[in-house]
């Protein structure tokens, strides 16, 4: 055997020296390999081989190593602990991985990462920009993300860097001697391992043992022992009574691990996915919810009706998604439903040790900490200094004071910001970044990306027929393969990705300002269409309707990411996307009541209404179906005969009526859900809250009135 280079017996003293300095002090140290491919790659096998047994992972998107998983395999560290992690960036760099990667790495762990040389490294091809880049775009260069990210890397002070270009004798020299280990933290009698999870600990206790319809939310960054606090309460739960029954639920059992592992094997502790929860609604005296940023709100707020005792465990930043997020828009279900829910925070890092290097890289480095700023409620007149303008990428790369902030509002405001939005920020081709400013700090931000103008008919055509979905054109597709519209790849639109407004500033028009520029803009360029898609909520609907945009289409099914039913709406910039919306919407109309009965019967009432109000009416044929329904609404006809006729009734007077305030907003959303919905009366009693099938067919008769006695109506 060959004896190893005199670089590689460098780079290995230098990797047992970091070793030995981590378990000193129970942190995490880094060791920045740049250089050639294979060059970094024989180094790492060296450091490898130098520090055997270690609980190891080698993430990588090339095919070597044979042991290298690919950068995709990170989500299923999360519950894991790794001593040894080795991130190759040579097959390129993805955000989302390196964030979970890392957090899985311990105390006294290591991080060997893998880089070309940091000065190239943003000019070259990197596979990963795949995901960024619409077709027929090729994968790009690193670009400004890489640019920033070799530069957030270059100036860290904790980070040890090996390049290849200089020689060993300018590398960083290992200290001596190493410092000798210290102990992890001491668990007290009841298995805590900080006063911060003991506090946890007891809190979860307090919600099983309490008072019913309280659940409690436990928030706190990565590693700090939140996943094992639910564990150690829920084998104590358990060693108290044979009969408790606990069901631990989590994006995926691979989430649930550390949870699990802690709680111990028990006859009365099962894990059940979130929607097997709703949907078979098993018995339980507690439910746990861990990683609850990663599960769709609305499947967490259909859990506060199915049970009464809930503790919910969020990451607050994350890959996984945010927790600010989560329990921004998830506060109001529990504000709504359980008033006396609880909040415990967890401080205290357990997985390693205070102000770890690591974890400050990347908080820096994938803005996992952005914030906004602190702004005080404006007063009368205190907009009258805000501007709007469309942000230059290359000066946002290089000004981390406003990349900071307008990062920090997305994070805040949308449920599951993640270190790859960065990236579509930054590098995204056709992406443009617009933001509010007052008194030079951004206060609302606007992300939009160009779509359409697919010349090819034969692409065209294979996207009607649904046999192409080209990357990155996402309004143009659904609108063509879903809304049957064969025109649509044709047009050039400009889709809004994400939009964000300072919370103190909300309500004050920031985010309508943002729009006219983008519309303003649009049609400066000769565009056609600018539109969004969303998970449909009837605020957001209510939202994007205020602002003179159209409903274009629904999707049939929920999104995995908000647990919504996604809708496009559309606002025209020339007279070929005129035509287009006003077809899309009339088409919508003419479909909405077969979607309404079949595969959208389980939308919330109150959001299908707002798709109801916001769509032409149908035909009103309420005159010849008069008595029929005369006879429902005022005397004793059955709800089963006159459902064609109520049907018609509320498909073409509905919207008129609400408008007008001729019926009441719950009147008309338990008229959708019966008449178009057909969703039989045994279900609705506990959404209603009527008292019985009697009261409910009542207030459904006293519905019907209200829409017989308002005059009919046709836009």
């Known amino acids: 055997m060959p004896s190893p280079s005199p670089q590689a017996t460098a780079i290995v003293a230098l990797a047992r020296a970091l070793r030995a300095e981590a378990l000193g002090c129970r942190q995490r140290r880094m060791l920045l390999v740049s250089g050639e491919v294979g060059w970094c790659e024989r180094q790492a096998l060296a450091v490898l081989a130098a520090l055997p047994g270690l609980a190891t992972t080698w993430l990588s998107a090339r095919a070597s190593p044979p042991q290298a998983e690919p950068l995709g395999a990170a989500r299923k560290l999360l519950g894991r602990e790794l001593a040894l992690l080795v991130y190759d960036a040579h097959g390129g760099f993805d955000p989302d991985a390196f964030g979970a990667a890392t957090g899985a790495l311990i105390g006294g762990g290591l991080l060997l990462l893998l880089t070309p040389p940091l000065a190239d490294w943003s000019t070259l091809t990197d596979p990963q920009t795949a995901r960024l880049a619409p077709w027929p775009h090729p994968p790009q260069p690193g670009g400004r993300f890489i640019a920033r990210l070799a530069r957030v890397l270059a100036s860290d002070p904790a980070l040890v860097h090996i390049d290849q270009s200089q020689p060993p ?305 996402l309004l143009p597709q659904t609108l063509s393969a879903h809304a049957g519209l064969a025109e649509a790849p044709a047009l050039r639109a400009l889709r809004v990705v994400r939009i964000a407004t300072h919370p103190a500033l909300r309500r004050h028009g920031l985010g309508t300002r943002l729009l006219t520029t983008l519309q303003t803009a649009a049609r400066a360029e000769g565009l056609d269409l600018v539109g969004t898609s969303f998970g449909a909520t009837p605020e957001l609907l209510a939202f994007w309707r205020g602002q003179g945009w159209r409903l274009a289409q629904i999707g049939t099914s929920r999104n995995a990411a908000s647990g919504e039913h996604a809708v496009v709406l559309l606002a025209a910039c020339s007279a070929a996307g005129e035509r287009l919306v006003i077809r899309a919407e009339r088409r919508l109309g003419a479909r909405i009541g077969v979607l309404l009965a079949g595969p959208l019967c389980a939308l919330a009432p109150g959001t299908a209404l707002a798709l109801l109000t916001a769509l032409p009416p149908g035909a009103d044929n309420s005159a010849e179906d008069g008595a029929e329904l005369m ?62 099938r009697e009261a409910l067919i009542e207030r459904v008769r006293d519905a019907a009135a209200q829409l017989l006695d308002s005059t009919p109506h046709t836009r």
């Open 169 to 473: 004798a300018h590398w960083p020299q290992p200290d001596t001697p190493a410092p000798a280990p210290a102990l992890a933290p001491t668990a007290d009698a009841e298995g805590a391992a900080s006063a911060d999870q003991a506090r946890a600990i007891a809190a979860v206790l307090r919600v099983a043992r309490g008072r019913a319809h309280r659940p409690l939310v436990l928030s706190a960054h990565r590693g700090r022992g939140k996943s094992t606090a639910l564990g150690i309460a829920a084998r104590r739960l358990l060693a108290e009574a044979e009969d408790y029954r606990i069901l631990v639920t989590a994006p995926n059992r691979g989430a649930a691990a550390t949870l699990l592992g802690h709680a111990g094997r028990h006859p009365g502790l099962d894990f059940v996915a979130p929607a097997d929860l709703l949907d078979r609604h098993p018995a339980a005296d507690l439910v746990l919810v861990d990683e609850a940023a990663a599960i769709p709100a609305p499947l967490l707020e259909g859990l506060l009706h199915r049970y009464r005792r809930l503790v919910f465990a969020a990451t607050v930043h994350g890959y996984e998604g945010t927790g600010r997020g989560f329990a921004l828009r998830f506060r109001d279900a529990l504000e709504r439903h359980t008033p006396g829910w609880r909040l415990e925070r967890l401080e205290q890092p357990i997985r390693w040790a205070a102000h770890d290097p690591l974890e400050a890289l990347g908080f820096r480095a994938l803005l996992l900490d952005a914030a906004i700023p602190a702004i005080d409620p404006p007063t009368s007149g205190g907009l009258a200094g805000i501007t709007c303008e469309r942000l230059d990428r290359d000066t946002l790369a290089a000004d981390e004071a406003t990349l900071g902030a307008l990062f920090g509002l997305l994070v805040q405001a949308h449920y599951q910001t993640r270190p790859a939005d960065l990236r579509m920020l930054l590098d995204g081709p056709g992406v443009r970044v617009y933001a509010c400013r007052l008194a030079g700090r951004v206060v609302a931000t606007l992300i939009a990306s160009a779509e359409g103008g697919i010349d090819d008919p034969a692409l065209r055509a294979a996207i009607f027929e649904g046999r192409r979905r080209p990357r990155g054109h």
């Open 631 to 692: 006879a429902f609404a005022t005397a004793h006809r059955t709800l089963e005969a006159s459902l064609a006729p109520l049907a018609a009734l509320v498909r073409a007077r509905l919207a008129a009526a609400l408008r007008a305030g001729r019926i009441e907003p719950n009147a008309a959303s338990l008229l959708v859900a019966v008449a178009l919905q057909l969703r039989p009366p045994a279900r609705l009693i506990e959404y209603d809250r009527a008292s019985g």
